[in-house]
């Protein structure tokens, strides 16, 4: 506000005509000022007229006036000098890229307006001619620009104010009498009225596809919050499935123990019963016996038949009464518990693996349409079906060079990433390999770098008579019989999986990792003229 102020103050003192602070200034019988040399210069440029008339208001003097000096005036002028005469902040002075105003002396202000009939640009002071006199009211103002020289013809030095629309050109006049005569011209202004409404609709378009495609991005969001409140409702709920589980299994083991310990101690209590009871009829025997032996040894044949009638008679032996001990009752808990455990370990093992088919109709549901990318295959390999075919030739030396290129290797990669879960399969003749590999893989130099499954950017499984499984150039046998191939990725769980198809689907191999960029299939040929793989079309 405070600026806004200055300014006006600034403008009391300037002269109307040079737009500077007023030098010796002279009043008109209109009351307006200006310097005497500007005013004086301004009529004698109307001398040739019969009459004079005011820069700022037009009033008229049929005779020429006759002006002095304006001493208070010029003594206010001369007190307000210094701080009218401070020179602009840098700010306010055109530097690189800014437009500079055309009238300005010396260092240059920067320029608010451009005007489209002047051709010139105007700082905020040169330009308040036009916002004042009615002379510059038709005058078209646009935001400063570099670019004004475009609105002149550069063969006629003249404005553009004409389309043609033969040419797609703005044209001046000239144009229009010279090598544009005949064509479909229209005023430019009209042409830009029909362009505008051509913008406007294309605005519009663009304003709907923006809205709905940020209805596109709520939808996905809401389904990534929903899908985020069904894991972690899923994490709940089986952490409280596990923890019960748990404590059921705890309270089991408990019982079970007790159980066992209850029978062992009922069993080892019996047999000590019976071990009391044998110990004192051992001890009545051995007493009976001692007996016995001493009255085998006396030599007095009459005390001797005296005594032997009186002898207790020794009952008949029978066998030791068992307990019923049946040690099979303890293996049948163990066997039980076994069993159990088995049954748990297969629901376990179930629960675990919910992510992958285990029938070739269940993969079908994922099966993906892949083709090969031209721009990867490596020397000697031919693409054919739709680029959905390789087939080694010796012949095929044309290889353009591409940043894709794999470089001495006998592979090629498919043309977009996979994510998700996909399922394809593969049909080989000869010697062959199919693979998973990152987009990023390397496409030339050392074999570990860029080979099939030789560094950790890759997965692959090479076919011959039996099959090989290598990543990171660790190398794994596999037995099996050559067939077609079907390859499950589920790259959200970091599973992959090598099947050998034919009436049954026989895992191959199987890889659970962690995925941390878009993979790519891959095919390998070993090098013999006539080889082939080929994605099957799936059903």
């Not at 063969?155 to 703005?170: A, M, N, P, S, V």
């Not at 019989?481 to 599973?495: F, N």
């Amino acid at each position: 506000m405070a600026q806004q102020t200055n300014q006006a103050n600034e403008k009391k003192f300037c002269c109307s005509i040079c737009l500077d602070l007023l030098k010796d200034p002279v009043t008109t019988a209109c009351g307006h000022n200006y310097c005497m040399g500007c005013i004086q210069t301004h009529w004698d440029g109307e001398d040739q007229k019969p009459s004079y008339s005011c820069p700022q208001c037009r009033h008229t003097f049929y005779t020429r006036p006759d002006l002095v000096k304006n001493t208070m005036l010029a003594e206010l002028v001369e007190e307000k000098k210094t701080a009218l005469q401070a020179p602009p902040a840098d700010h306010c002075y055109a530097g690189p890229g800014d437009v500079a105003c055309d009238v300005c002396t010396g260092r240059k202000l920067k320029a608010s307006k451009s005007c489209l009939r002047c051709l010139v640009s105007y700082c905020e002071q040169h330009l308040q001619p036009h916002h004042e006199s009615p002379t510059f009211k038709k005058h078209k103002l646009i935001e400063a620009s570099v670019k004004l020289q475009e609105n002149i013809c550069s063969g006629h030095d003249k404005l553009k104010e004409i389309y043609c629309r033969t040419d797609q050109q703005c044209i001046c006049f000239l144009c229009l009498m010279d090598e544009h005569k005949g064509h479909d011209t229209v005023s430019a202004a009209e042409e830009r009225t029909e362009k505008q409404k051509e913008l406007g609709e294309s605005r519009q378009r663009i304003q709907q596809r923006v809205q709905d495609r940020e209805k596109d991005l709520k939808e996905l969001q809401e389904d990534t919050e929903t899908i985020n409140r069904s894991a972690d409702k899923a994490v709940d709920d089986s952490e409280k499935i596990f923890t019960e589980l748990i404590h059921l299994i705890e309270k089991r083991r408990s019982d079970v123990k007790q159980q066992i310990r209850s029978q062992q101690k009922t069993d080892v209590s019996q047999i000590k019963d019976l071990q009391e009871k044998l110990d004192q009829e051992i001890t009545e025997l051995k007493s009976k016996d001692a007996g016995l032996e001493q009255l085998s040894r006396t030599e007095d044949h009459t005390h001797f038949l005296h005594s032997y009638p009186s002898l207790p008679k020794l009952t008949e032996s029978t066998d030791s009464p068992r307990p019923n001990i049946c040690l099979q009752y303890f293996e049948d808990v163990v066997a039980a518990l076994t069993a159990d455990r088995d049954k748990m370990h297969a629901i376990l093992t179930r629960t675990s693996s919910l992510s992958e088919s285990t029938t070739r109709a269940e993969f079908l549901r994922f099966s993906r349409h892949i083709t090969l990318d031209p721009d990867t295959a490596g020397r000697y390999l031919v693409l054919s079906e739709g680029n959905r075919k390789v087939t080694f030739d010796r012949k095929n030396t044309y290889f353009p060079e591409h940043p894709d290129r794999i470089i001495h290797r006998s592979q090629v990669l498919s043309r977009d990433g996979l994510t998700g879960r996909c399922y394809w399969e593969v049909e080989m003749s000869g010697d062959a390999g199919v693979a998973v590999t990152y987009k990023s893989i390397i496409r030339s130099g050392v074999l570990k770098a860029h080979a099939f499954g030789f560094s950790e950017k890759s997965w692959a499984l090479y076919c011959s008579s039996d099959y090989t499984f290598r990543h990171d150039n660790h190398k794994l046998n596999i037995s099996g019989l050559k067939s077609t191939i079907g390859v499950y990725l589920d790259h959200r769980a970091g599973i992959l999986s090598f099947y050998s198809v034919s009436e049954t689907m026989t895992l191959l191999h199987r890889v659970q990792t962690t995925f941390t960029e878009p993979l790519c299939a891959g095919l390998y040929l070993l090098g013999l003229d006539g080889d082939t793989a080929e994605f099957c079309k799936l059903e």
